[in-house]
């Protein structure tokens, strides 16, 4: 028999619950937040009044506090959260508000011959730099997203990255590094999977639905990933290798001696495919403006005009992105399918991704499918970080953690204040 919660257990869930109602609604009054909730008008003003206690609510507009129909806020613009990514081009840092603000973002792109050890010092100095700024104590969380293939077992303490084309991040321990200058606990999950989690908080689609699932393919360069979530939960397999679709294998008479991942999802269908495409019939379009060292984005642009060799280069891209898509729907049948706001964000390259996939699935499996592209301003592996981030503290003590940060604070102001 399952055991119930305790006056402790349902004390602490309720002030979770009470917690999230005003972070999703921005402002409500108490009597919508118990009916909202179905707790009792005595419960939630014990609550709210905590909340004061904590100095995080405070009353909406000009009406004055304790007055009947008043609208309750949140104050939470002096807590943050850290989210930092590391792909094979570039390192990336967003400092969110509590309430999911993004207030800053820094990229740094990778010199040609910068090394591992070289991107991770200043990634360290970038970490402090904006820890001093926010202020290292009201940082209540980091998280790290990475690139795979990456094996994650928290409850055994194991990392292993064997990313490919970027070997070289095996060498170094990301992670305990930013831990090391930034004194606090950073959440490592892989890229994709955080994408996954923003954009399922995000997705109108699925709200309301009762066991939901969704699934987001990205290509940050190289590779392919894609991250799964069932009934709100990431899936992240034995080893933490869920998702990792890239890997798998849609042309096996493309392996051949020195080109093994030939045959390979991401090799085909990743967004460095497009110059590999572009490349193969150069000779077969000598009026086309691009070249053999013609970049991702200068291909993308003469696609939008019309021209021939990028048109059938980026129909060829996305005919082999969808083919890795129809075999995600067989394998997870997600209710929805996010396209990563790697790829073109046109209607056409959209239909011929769909195209794709109605030659290999029944047409009314793809219609009861809903195939998209990403709406989400921030990247959403960096905005997937925070949502974890705030979704784990809410499970565990997120008022504990917002306690010592002010509390910290008080101190700080106080020590440099002259008597």
Known sequence: MKRGMNSSEMQKNNRALVFRTLLENGSITRSDLAATLNLQKATITNIINDFYELNIVEVDGDAAAGRRGEKLCLRLDDIYMMSVGITRKDYQFSVFTLQGRQEKYIRHCFEKNED???????????????????????????????????????????????????????????????????????????????????????????????RASLAVVRSRGYGIGAGFIVNGAIMNGHLGLAGEVGYTGINYNGNRMGHERAGTYEYRAGIESLRRYVGERLTEFPESPLTENSTY?????????????????????????????????????PDCIIIGPDYPNTEHFLSKVKESIRNCVPPYVEECTIIRYSRLNEDSFLLGGYYYNLDRLLKDDIFTRIREARSAETQTRNAITPA
């Open 116 to 210: 591992i050890f070289g991107i991770v010092e200043k990634m360290k100095r970038d970490a402090v730099r904006l820890a001093q700024e926010f202020g290292t104590d009201r940082i209540i969380a980091v998280s790290l997203a990475v690139p795979g293939l990456f094996i994650n077992r928290p409850e055994k303490n194991e990392e292993i990255f064997m990313v490919s084309e970027f070997e070289e991040l095996s060498r170094v321990n990301v992670r305990k590094e930013l831990e090391s200058v930034l004194g606090k606990q950073v959440l490592v999950k892989h890229d994709a999977k955080f994408s996954a989690y923003a954009e399922w908080k995000c997705a109108e689609e699925i709200q309301g639905i009762e």
């Open 297 to 333: 984005q200068e291909i993308l642009e003469e696609y939008k005009k019309g021209e021939p060799l990028a048109l059938w280069a980026v129909e060829r891209m996305a005919w082999m992105l969808g083919y890795g898509i129809a075999n995600i729907i067989y394998t997870v049948n």
